[in-house]
């Protein structure tokens, strides 16, 4: 009797230090996202619907006005476009490319293949290099006068010279190569090792059925990776969406604004214009974007736990 | 020969193929800059371009360390790094804890938010920043840029550890209960030395973000003497004109040296680290 009321006794204990508040645990956290998330997004969305510039950042009292200003002026359908395909052909590529190396390193691999090691090391350095440090090394590559390295190889090939980055109709599209230079070192680690966890087995035994490489890609590694794939589609929109410091460097949005993706135009109407009210007007728009991709990644998550 | 025997020569040499190109892709770039970095003006200029430097010589770098004071960068972004790390644990090692292992009501939905907040353009929030901290007087100082990282850096951590902890069986937390442990020593005895590697991978992750980071500091830090590198780096390009990419060269590696030679030496960590969370298995 004694014995027995000692464990209930204990176990009650437990069970109340597990029911312990969590404040204390989490109270450094949230004191530091309240003041440096929660009240500077509250603050952006208020001033939004102010007319604030930055030598008035109070405005003169609620308005719609920069948010009438964003959607009637001009160049923010330009700048949509060029968000747009900024990040369709980063998003894309770096995904082609991540596979097809991850495919690569896995194949020579099980063939035990020399350089494989060096192959993906080399792959991933990227990753590792800060972006105004990448913006920096391919405006020196993409430079147009004679020691521009990419222009003299060109005219090797017999080609004209390009201005990859001084012709507005040419600079997004340098601009996004280089940006696919960034970014796969990313998607090749995750489909990498997403590609590990596909079952060797029965890969094996669809070989011994005679199915052909394709159709073991198509029929058993996309779908075992299905998970994995999303999940790095979607980081790599949200990085790219959010890519500043390699553009900055490299074109600051020009030449004109064939450059300028979302988040450059938040800054240069806010730094440059100094329309503070229409430059949060974009920055809501900009976050309104970021939160739709987390509740997609959030889903996602879960999803996988399940 | 067989014709097995063929098309696995075949696909030897394809794959050898895509092993080429993918080391001219991703590595031409940078040794180009490399060569660059030790070239001079008049081989700048040479047409056809060399590939390597005549010499190695280092008047580049020396320009860099006595004209531009980019040791000082340099010492700007270590201080700034390391005490980004250490604030960035002090707060999310609790957190993501309490996130593993206390039941509350909410303990989602603030997942959640951390989550969005990770997600988030750290431009967004640096806007009203830049006007409360020039209030406030935190506006080009060191420590208000070291608040900054610390509040980007922490979302993604918390998440990361949290993988972590939960990775920990219950049963050991409960069985250093009944033997008398109170929550701060079964936490501080039995759980962080469990995850010990999990801190270092974040560590590392933390590193190599902050050490990248620029438009917190190009926004709130004006004063060169105080930029970290990153930012430094694109106040150079300012004020330098078109002959001068030897020396841009020159301190962009500087700028990628640390972080890329991090990840040749813990490369097994960091690629571990990343795919923590999106793999299973």
């Not at chain 2, 560590?203 to 970290?228: E, H, R």
Request: a positive charge.
């Amino acid at each position: 009797m004694q014995k027995n009321r000692m464990t209930v006794k204990s176990q009650k204990s437990f069970s109340r230090r597990a029911g312990q508040s969590p404040v204390p645990w989490l109270a450094p956290l949230f004191l530091v996202l309240c003041v440096f998330y929660l009240i500077p997004l509250v603050d952006v969305i208020k001033t939004s619907f102010t007319d604030a510039t930055m030598t008035n950042p109070a405005g003169n009292g609620f308005t719609m006005a920069s948010y009438v200003k964003v959607f009637q002026d001009e160049a923010f359908g330009e700048i949509m476009f060029v968000t747009f395909f900024f990040v369709s052909f980063s998003v894309i590529f770096q995904f082609l490319l991540g596979f097809v190396i991850a495919l690569a390193v896995d194949a020579a691999e099980t063939r035990r293949m020399r350089g494989t090691v060096l192959t993906r090391t080399i792959s991933l350095v990227s990753w590792a290099i800060p972006g105004v440090a990448i913006g920096i090394i391919w405006k020196i590559m993409y430079a147009e006068t004679g020691s521009g390295i990419l222009n003299y190889l060109l005219s090797l090939l017999g080609s004209k010279q390009i201005a990859f980055l001084s012709d507005p109709s040419v600079a997004l599209l340098s601009t996004s190569i280089a940006n696919v230079w960034r970014g796969t070192a990313q998607s090749m680690i995750l489909l990498y090792a997403g590609v590990k966890t596909v079952d060797k087995q029965l890969l094996e035994a669809a070989s011994i059925d005679g199915a052909s490489s394709i159709k073991k890609l198509f029929h058993i590694t996309i779908p075992g990776m299905k998970s994995v794939i999303m999940i790095n589609v979607l980081l790599n929109i949200i990085n790219t969406f959010n890519t500043f410091d390699m553009i900055m460097p490299l074109t600051g949005g020009g030449p004109g604004r064939s450059t300028e993706v979302l988040v450059l135009s938040v800054y240069r109407n806010i730094f440059q214009q100094l329309d503070l009210g229409k430059g949060c007007a974009v920055a809501v728009i900009l976050l309104m974007i970021n939160v739709a991709f987390s509740i997609g990644y959030f889903i996602l998550n879960r999803g996988d736990e399940a | 020969m067989t014709g097995g025997k063929v098309k696995r020569r075949v696909s030897k040499g394809l794959l050898y193929l895509v092993f080429v190109l993918v080391i001219i892709f991703f590595l031409f770039p940078v040794l180009w800059t490399l060569s660059l970095s030790f070239k001079t003006v008049p081989e700048l200029y040479k047409i056809p371009p060399a590939l390597l430097p005549e010499t190695l010589q280092m008047e580049n770098y020396t320009y860099l360390v006595e004209q531009v004071h980019i040791l000082r960068g340099v010492a700007n972004s270590v201080i700034i790094t390391a005490a980004t790390i250490v604030g960035t644990m002090l707060i999310a090692v609790p957190a993501s804890y309490a996130f593993s292992r206390i039941q509350f009501k909410g303990s989602r939905f603030l997942q959640f938010l951390i989550l969005m907040f990770q997600m988030i353009s750290p431009l967004v929030i640096v806007i009203p920043l830049y006007r409360y901290f020039a209030d406030i007087g935190l506006l080009n100082t060191t420590i208000g840029l070291i608040v900054v990282y610390i509040a980007i850096s922490a979302p993604f951590q918390v998440w990361f550890l949290k993988s972590f902890f939960d990775t920990i069986p219950k049963e050991l937390d409960e069985a250093a209960y009944i033997d008398g442990c109170s929550r701060l020593q079964v936490v501080t005895k039995i759980l962080l030395p469990t995850i010990i590697p999990g801190v270092f991978s974040g560590v590392l992750l933390v590193f190599i973000s902050s050490w990248s980071q620029f438009i917190v500091p190009y926004i709130l830090m004006d004063t060169p003497s105080k930029m970290p590198l990153a930012c430094l780096l694109v106040n150079l390009q300012g004020k330098l004109n078109q002959i001068t990419t030897h020396y841009l060269a020159a301190a962009s590696i500087l700028t990628i040296l640390p972080t890329v030679v991090l990840f040749l030496c813990l490369q097994k960590y960091i690629v571990s680290a990343l795919t923590t969370g999106a793999v299973k298995g």
